[in-house]
């Protein structure tokens, strides 16, 4: 830089040496500049400045406190022609919509309990006859929280040199990377890599199909639902139910619950407009919304990643068909920064920023504690959608 004064309104003529010799070791210059809040902080800092060389003890160490933090890197950064792309935008969580949202004591298995029977409709009692005993029986499901985790560090030299501020976005994506989890986790309880889980979804349990999503498919799934019965025989309450469905399938699932009137066969119809009604939709009441999960192709990877379909029953009604758990006091992601091992000589302990004493390096850390099963089969149906729709 050369010795000409640098003006600055309300700064009086500041030569750009000494400004240079402010911040020599910092990796920022001065460049001229007409962004009000570039001025405002920059008469701030050189005020400080200025009562420094007045032997003001107090600002000599609210000076170099200020010159430790990354208030500056945009202040002081060179001007040149550089961008930088912001992050990824992220779906809505959707898990939760379909899975129920439990809790651990510790990383030891933990266990829900769940009685059955007793509650069948009640039979006659005739005159001084005895009544009939009942039995209930127990069930439970078991499952255990696991630890997930990440670290990211960076130089001390690329974090001052920076000034495209990317490097600050570091902790958001650690924390992204935990939500990511959450979803990728949930998802991975009720789709294989092949589709719907074969254990949870099977013809055993009544709650599997092949159709591709339709609204004559769709009815007959809800059917099959409400067909389910408990251990009494008694027909189960599912509320509303949720359709998940990949991107792929978005648009056919909107279609389905947002049309206002639709074609349906009185109960002798052929499917092609003989003998048939045009009735309101009825979908909306049975189903509450359509959730699109964009991992589900992603985890059903091998097949039927973008034909599969999913209805679960709401889980906050009855049993749910899945819970996820966290740790308990630790059911939000944990973010760490190191803590620097070192002091600066006369000014005590330094920002995590000014890195490690031993290599400048600076580290952030993500952990996170969940753990999940899947529950009540009676609670869900799922479609492979690999024939033709009904």
């Known amino acids: ?122 039979p006659k009692v005739k005159e001084l006859a005895d009544y009939t005993s009942r039995a209930v029986t127990d069930g439970k499901y078991d499952y255990a929280v696991e630890k997930y985790g990440a670290t990211i560090g960076v130089s001390w030299e690329s974090w001052i040199n920076d000034d495209l501020e990317q490097l600050r976005s570091l902790p958001e994506r650690l924390s992204k990377g935990a939500r990511m989890t959450e979803e990728k986790f949930a998802t991975t309880l009720y789709a294989g890599a092949s589709g719907p889980d ?90 509450a919304e359509a959730v699109t999960n964009p991992w589900l192709p992603i985890v059903s990877s091998t097949a039927n990643g973008d034909t599969s379909w999913y209805l679960f029953a709401d889980p906050g009604v009855g049993r749910p068909a899945m819970e996820v758990g966290f740790l308990r006091g630790n059911e939000a992601p944990s973010l760490f920064v190191k803590s620097p091992n070192a002091m600066r000589v006369g000014s005590g302990l330094i920002n995590p920023e000014e890195g490690d004493f031993d290599n400048d390096g600076i580290e952030w850390k993500i952990r996170h504690v969940l753990g999940g099963t899947t529950m009540e089969y009676r609670a869900a149906l799922a479609s492979s959608g690999t024939t033709a729709a009904l």
């Open 198 to 287: 074969a254990t949870f979804f099977s013809s055993g349990h009544a709650n599997l199909m092949t159709a591709k999503l339709s609204t004559g498919s769709l009815q007959e799934a809800i059917r099959k639902i409400y067909a389910q019965t408990d251990a009494d025989g008694n027909p189960v309450f599912t509320g509303r139910l949720r359709l998940v469905v990949p991107p792929a399938l978005e648009i056919t699932a909107l279609n389905i619950l947002n049309a206002t009137q639709i074609w349906a066969a009185t109960g002798g119809g052929d499917g092609t407009g003989n003998d048939q009604m045009q009735v309101q939709n009825w979908v909306p009441q049975k189903v």
């Open 1 to 122: 830089m050369t010795d000409n004064a640098v003006n600055m309104v309300g700064l009086g003529s500041f030569r750009a040496s000494e400004a240079d010799s402010i911040f020599r070791g910092e990796g920022r210059r001065i460049r001229p500049q007409t962004d009000p809040r570039y001025m405002a902080a920059f008469d701030e800092a050189l005020g400080m400045y200025e009562r420094l060389l007045h032997g003001n003890r107090r600002d000599i160490f609210a000076f170099s406190e200020a010159m430790s933090t990354s208030d500056f890197q945009y202040l002081f950064a060179d001007i040149i022609q550089r961008s930088a792309l912001g992050m990824y935008a992220e779906w809505t969580p959707v898990w939760d919509k379909v899975a129920k949202r439990g809790s651990r004591l510790d990383f030891r298995t933990g266990r829900a309990f769940v009685l059955d029977g007793a509650e069948a409709a009640l």
